[in-house]
């Protein structure tokens, strides 16, 4: 590459022992470097265990989608078309980096298999690359300063903005990007100087323009020293890039392979008390949950540490929408400073400054962890595919092994302990839905006993049982399922909390008895299927016990009758009326059914239906459901006032969704809204019972 020319290392016999030079620039950046990524990566040997080392080709195809891929950013346009050229950008430019690097030691170094026309065409695809970057980093900046995304913003109550160090860090690049430019753009404009041949650089690209501006203003001497200069400055750059980013949000660029490579391939699920410990043998456990910061699992460190602090998450989560005192993004990047803090890199570990007691009352309130609903929109945005759900669970866990439950939420846990759900009623009172005078003389619900007595169960769960509302519900389920054509039955007082909430609220042990009592009933009946209306129930049966008969959601049970012609559907009443869909959290998000609720929907004759700016997997929590009806965290609004807003604004006056928590939060915020009489809220289930015609017809969906 530089046969014939002046190469850096031979110019610089004038001005110092260029090899020496490199040489010491190299070794020491390389040993700072791995000195400081050991240091950074120590807390995560000290950490939990964690099994994430199984199923390697899905792990890697994953990484090929969501890493290499950038699968996830263009949800956000503009931000994301930037991070596409930058990551783009740096992908292209690694060789001839490190080529750059080399050099300085072996001026007639050349990338092995690149030669000739391959070279070339490489050369030119870097010299846009590098120009690419660099614009990059010049709107970034500019968005950083005049836009200001609020995205971005850091609220007083979580410290200091890091636009400095945005904005520094995206100076370093630009550098790094000039500094490729500039050494092509030297070495190219000395060849020519000296009527040696070069290859022509990419028109209009930074290295280009520079090199007709040296060219019209450089003597050959001067391009000499520009040109070493340029290389030694691009790998004091390049070192000193690679050192900072451990330091902070920049981290992500080391971390982020091993981020998304290591992440949670069974999403729906919830981690184990402890990885390898099972179930029978979590008694000889001493300490459940996370209360310090070892506790956290190694990839839960990983996590902290590959955060790109972009603030989607944040921006998603409906917790932090209304007010309530959780915001993700600072979940994370509290604990990277805490562990920034507690592991400094040029001192001995800090453990007696910030005490362990720091994690919970320290970093984080108790409200901060009760916030959240689990609803999962952090994790679904996050292109680091960080994970929270698992953390705040474990929080919780820790919290409640300390007996540190909230007032609110002490009644209803013990009376799921005592009576299996929580409103501490009779376990004979589950079928009192079944009793009313004008359901009871059409339809007859059996409540199996023994074996072979239905082939479908109706898992009712506790709120659809006892609540009075919601027991409207549990009979316009029962009465399609009849139209359908299913054999079914119930537990009846057999049945017990489907325990999945009780389990993120950190329960663990109580859920597990729930768990095993509805496990050993349903086993009893002999059943082949379960369908629930509750999505709740559907996620618990469906991921959180083992051994059940498969389950589906009534949304799916009823788009199968209606496509096969089971059920066939009327014209709606009013034809006034417009229509949305709420995506429940662990109906859609969790377990990806989204086309079936409105497939339903569209195959009513007449009805008229559209969508909210937020939804299928951008759905916007109603407020959470299970022993969320137990908990007021202090918030400005509530999240289903905000959800009946968007209804409002996409145009709808009837918002139907899928879950019976989800109506509780929704009629409540319809009534909060002052809607009351202008908008309605109406489950799925109820609605097909209004429309379901009694004799079957030909299918309706296609
Ligand atoms: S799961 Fe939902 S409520 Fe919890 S932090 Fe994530 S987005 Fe916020
Ligand atoms: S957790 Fe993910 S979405 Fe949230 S700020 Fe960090 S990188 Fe962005």
Redesign the pocket.
């Known amino acids: 590459m530089l046969e014939n020319t002046h190469s850096p290392a031979q110019a610089a016999h004038w001005l110092f022992m260029a090899r020496a030079l490199f040489f010491l620039l190299h070794g020491l950046g390389v040993a700072l470097f791995s000195y400081i990524v050991a240091k950074r990566l120590a807390p995560l040997l000290r950490a939990a265990r964690d099994f994430r080392f199984d199923r390697p080709f899905s792990r890697l195809a994953r990484t090929l989608q969501f890493w290499l891929g950038q699968w996830k950013h263009p949800r956000y346009k503009t931000a994301g078309f930037i991070h596409i050229l930058i990551f783009a950008g740096f992908l292209v430019l690694a060789v001839r980096t490190f080529s750059v690097l080399i050099l300085g030691l072996s001026p007639d170094f050349a990338v092995p298999l690149l030669s000739g026309r391959p070279a070339h065409l490489y050369d030119i695809a870097t010299d846009y690359a590098a120009t690419i970057v660099f614009l990059c980093m010049v709107v970034a900046a500019i968005r950083r300063l005049v836009f200001k995304p609020a995205r971005y913003a850091v609220p007083a109550r979580y410290g200091k903005g890091h636009v400095a160090d945005a904005i520094f860090l995206l100076a370093l690049i630009a550098m790094l990007m000039a500094g490729d430019s500039f050494f092509a753009a030297a070495q190219t404009a000395s060849r020519v100087q000296q009527g040696l041949a070069a290859e022509p650089l990419a028109i209009l690209s930074l290295a280009w323009i520079f090199k007709n501006t040296l060219l019209a203003t450089t003597s050959l001497t001067m391009l000499t020293r520009l040109r070493l200069s340029a290389c030694v400055g691009h790998e004091a750059v390049f070192y000193f890039l690679m050192c900072y980013r451990p330091f902070g949000i920049q981290f992500h660029v080391i971390t982020s392979l091993f981020n998304v490579y290591f992440a949670k391939l069974d999403r729906e699920t919830l981690k184990p008390v402890r990885w390898g410990v099972a179930d029978d043998r979590l008694g000889e456990v001493k300490s459940f949950g996370v209360k310090k910061f070892e506790d956290f699992t190694w990839k839960h460190l990983l996590d902290f540490y590959s955060c790109a602090d972009c603030g989607r998450?944040?921006d998603?989560?409906?917790?932090?929408s209304v007010g309530?005192p959780?915001?993700?993004r600072f979940?994370t990047t509290k604990a990277r400073d805490y562990s920034f803090q507690r592991n400094p890199v040029f001192s001995r570990p800090n453990n007696g400054a910030v005490s362990d007691s720091s994690l919970l009352g320290g970093i984080y309130s108790e409200d901060e962890i009760w916030?959240?609903?689990?609803?999962?929109?952090?994790?679904e945005e996050c292109p680091l595919l960080v994970e929270?759900?698992d953390k705040?669970v474990d929080l919780r866990r820790g919290m409640i092994d300390e007996g540190n439950v909230p007032q609110s939420l002490q009644k209803p846990l013990k009376a799921l302990e005592s009576r299996g759900n929580p409103y501490g009623k009779m376990e004979k009172k589950r079928v009192d839905w079944t009793k009313v005078e004008e359901f009871r003389q059409s339809y007859d619900v059996k409540t199996l006993k023994g074996e072979n007595g239905a082939e479908t169960l109706y898992f009712v769960d506790s709120i659809t049982s006892y609540d009075d509302r919601m027991q409207s519900i549990a009979r316009a389920t029962a009465r399609i399922l009849h139209h359908a054509g299913e054999n079914f039955g119930i537990l009846g007082a057999a049945e017990r909390d489907s325990g999945h909430e009780v389990r993120r609220f950190g329960e663990e042990t109580l859920f597990m008895a729930l768990r095993d009592h509805n496990t050993d009933a349903i086993k009893a009946t002999g059943v082949q299927r379960i369908v629930t209306n509750d999505p709740h129930a559907f996620n618990a049966l469906k991921h959180d016990y083992k051994d059940v008969p498969p389950v589906e959601h009534i949304s799916q049970v009823i788009a199968r009758a209606v496509r096969s012609g089971k059920l066939a559907l009327k014209q709606v009443e009013n034809g006034q009326n417009t229509y949305t869909y709420h995506d429940p959290?662990y109906l859609g998000r969790h377990n990806g059914v989204y086309d079936d609720p409105r497939e339903v929907l569209d195959a009513i004759p007449g009805l008229k239906r559209v969508e909210m700016s937020r939804s299928r997997d951008r759905s916007f929590?109603c407020g959470?459901g299970g022993l969320m009806l137990f908990y007021e965290p202090k918030e400005d609004q509530r999240m289903g006032q905000v959800r009946v807003k968007m209804a409002s604004e996409a145009g709808a006056n009837v918002i139907v969704t899928a879950c019976p928590f989800c109506l509780v939060n929704i009629e409540d915020g319809i009534k909060v809204a002052g809607l009351e009489g202008k908008m309605t809220a109406i489950d799925l289930a109820e609605l097909v019972d209004q429309q379901t015609v009694d004799a079957k017809t030909t299918p309706l969906l296609s």
Do not use: H, K, M, Q
Request: net charge neutral; charged share 5%.
């Open positions: 998450c944040s998603n989560c409906p917790a932090n309530r959780l915001s993700p979940v916030s959240c609903t689990t609803c999962g929109a952090c994790e929270y759900i705040i959290c929590c959470g």
